[in-house]
């Protein structure tokens, strides 16, 4: 797919962010709203998965580790055709299959059911374990926040899937440096991040978030890289697509009233229109 | 009783482990660093493509067997009780729980029968622990015979188990041509009208000792083995309340959140009638002998007996 493509789809995955989130007065928009082009890619350039078959038991995995952020995630599987898009704002809503973390019970797509932060990247590692003994060729992707680097069961995963060489999982780092109680380097500061997973016997790649030349490099790098598993630190801006909630913490689980929603609605569909002029 | 045939419960499991192996070819191990202890090693040396030893880190393994479960795995993932339920515990709710996967916590190592190691190894939370979680199956196998059955059933069942297992020679005390196991289902091992004894686990064998020493005074006491104490057969406690009046719960566990608590939670919704709770009574195990631990807890069948006499005021 071109990137003006992915960049258009992005787009609709930060819409469906603010309008779900708006729907149900809470949620998390910023760390969705950052993840939204890492999101997009892995779904409709990275992945091997169809929709229409969500359980196929040769499918590419997906493990939203940053479980907090499902908005971003729900968004991108209603766009990829998993359920409807107007769907998006039942989010949170009692008997919504759209929990306010990931529940692989209710939501179609959702492959594990995740939410407290460290333990959807052991749960990726389990998954590529299971593919490697059934000779499956199956990859296996997790997405983790900055701050979630922080759980100590990150690294306990980290060691078992480079002491296992699982070079079929790919975690990746969503880096956009802020944490609930501020900068991440203020709080409880886990840099050098990319020298961590280094140390774990990761081959770490790092990437642009808001780049898809960026990202398509360092996911076809992943790919070709054999024996060890990799790590992709994602420079990323909280909040990214919306500027009044750009690199705000303030962001991280907050969600727009009416107001805030019209114009970050009103800034994306702009930006949206722009790139079908393109 | 000095010629009775004593093997541990974790023995039966890693020998169950390795006989169903052949079976399940869906059957995955995982332990933390303990295998030799937790007898997974049985299992390992059989069957080494589908173990993993996840080193020291209980909690990545929880989460990890999630990931393998996702997968159409039957995952049994085995530490010490301490660390199983107690480091993993948010995993296991969360991991494993709540999505309801197919993974097998079997712990062993649970309770005072540890022994010489102390109260940072002797797990009296577990059951109550696991108890909470929605969803989960809790069983407590008495001997060598009735672990290698619960592992069957924990098999046969599709979702999470908890499966306390000891680390002691204990008395084999199923071994006989009757015998069945039914995961949820208590069993009357002896029929009696002045007082039910519902005992889980080794202390199921300490209520028998017990129930000799009462008869030699005239008292009549029914003795129920609850090897399942999630789900627990409330039809049967209500069926022993009806009929003796009184209750005695044994358990080699904190009389909080174990088998006591689950009779009583029974009993005040369906059938009021007082119950004494024998256990742990809130407090941490310490460094002894094993046996001597039963005797100073009061667990063993004297102790056991005493206590009876004690709640029946006789």
Not at chain 1, 73 to 102: I, V
Not at chain 1, 112 to 122: A, E, K, N
Not at chain 1, 249 to 273: C, F, I, M, S, T
Not at chain 2, 279 to 285: I, S
Request: glycine share 10%.
């Amino acid at each position: 797919m071109e990137n003006l493509e992915l960049q258009k789809l992005a787009n609709k995955v930060r819409q469906g962010v603010i309008i779900s989130t708006h729907a149900a007065k809470s949620g998390h928009p910023g760390g969705s709203l950052s993840a939204a082009d890492i999101f997009t890619y892995l779904y409709f350039e990275e992945m091997n998965v169809d929709p229409s078959n969500p359980k196929d038991s040769d499918r590419d995995r997906f493990v939203l580790s940053k479980g907090h952020t499902a908005p971003g995630l729900y968004s991108t599987l209603a766009l990829k055709g998993y359920f409807p898009f107007e769907d998006l704002t039942t989010l949170r809503q009692w008997g919504s299959y759209l929990q306010g973390h990931p529940d692989m019970k209710s939501t179609p797509g959702v492959d594990m059911s995740t939410g407290s932060l460290g333990q959807g990247i052991s749960a990726a590692v389990g998954i590529a374990l299971a593919a490697r003994m059934d000779h499956k060729d199956y990859r296996v992707y997790t997405l983790l926040g900055d701050g979630e680097t922080e759980e100590g069961q990150v690294w306990e995963a980290a060691m078992y899937a480079g002491f296992k060489k699982l070079d079929n999982l790919c975690v990746i780092v969503d880096n956009n440096n802020l944490q609930i109680d501020g900068n991440i380097e203020n709080v409880c500061s886990p840099y050098p991040i990319d020298k961590k997973f280094e140390a774990f016997n990761f081959h770490v790649v790092k990437a642009d978030a808001h780049d898809f030349d960026s990202l398509r490099e360092a996911f076809e790098e992943a790919r070709m890289t054999k024996g060890c598993p990799t790590a992709i630190i994602c420079k990323s801006v909280k909040g990214k697509g919306v500027s009044f909630m750009e690199d705000q913490a303030g962001w991280h689980g907050v969600a727009p009233n009416d107001e805030q929603k019209e114009a970050a609605l009103e800034e994306l569909r702009k930006a949206g229109e722009a790139l079908c002029q393109m | 009783m000095s010629d009775v045939k004593k093997i541990a419960t974790r023995q039966a499991y890693g020998e169950a482990l390795a006989e169903l192996g052949e079976k399940y070819e869906n059957l995955v191990v995982m332990d933390a660093d303990l295998a030799a202890s937790t007898k997974t090693s049985i299992f390992a040396k059989k069957f080494p493509d589908r173990f993993f030893d996840c080193g020291i880190a209980e909690g990545n393994m929880a989460s990890m067997a999630a990931g393998l479960a996702t997968t159409g795995k039957i995952v049994f993932i085995s530490s010490f009780a301490m660390f199983a339920t107690g480091r993993a515990y948010e995993q296991i709710r969360n991991s494993i729980g709540y999505p309801h996967l197919n993974v097998k916590i079997a712990a062993s190592h649970g309770g005072i029968s540890v022994g010489e190691d102390g109260a940072t190894h002797q797990c009296l939370e577990d059951v109550s622990l696991m108890r909470n979680i929605p969803g989960m199956v809790v069983m407590v196998p008495s001997d060598y015979v009735e672990a290698k059955a619960a592992v069957q059933a924990a098999i046969d069942h599709n979702g999470p188990v908890y499966l306390r297992l000891g680390r002691s020679n204990v008395p084999v005390i199923n071994d006989r041509e009757d015998y069945k196991f039914e995961m949820g289902k208590g069993v009357v091992l002896k029929e009696g009208t002045d007082v039910t004894v519902i005992a889980t686990g080794i202390c199921v064998d300490s209520a028998l000792r017990a129930e000799e020493l009462l008869a030699a005074d005239g008292i009549n006491a029914q003795i129920v083995n609850m090897h399942t104490i999630k789900p627990l057969d409330e039809d049967l406690v209500v069926e022993c309340a009806k009929k003796t009046g009184k209750i005695v719960t044994v358990e080699e566990h904190s009389v909080i959140g174990g088998l006591g608590s689950a009779v009583c939670d029974c009993i005040c919704k369906k059938y009021p009638i007082p119950v004494m709770k024998v256990g742990v009574q809130d407090v941490f195990g310490t460094s002894a002998p094993c046996d001597e631990l039963m005797r100073r807890f009061r667990l063993d069948g004297q102790g056991v007996y005493e206590q009876v006499k004690e709640f029946l005021g006789k």
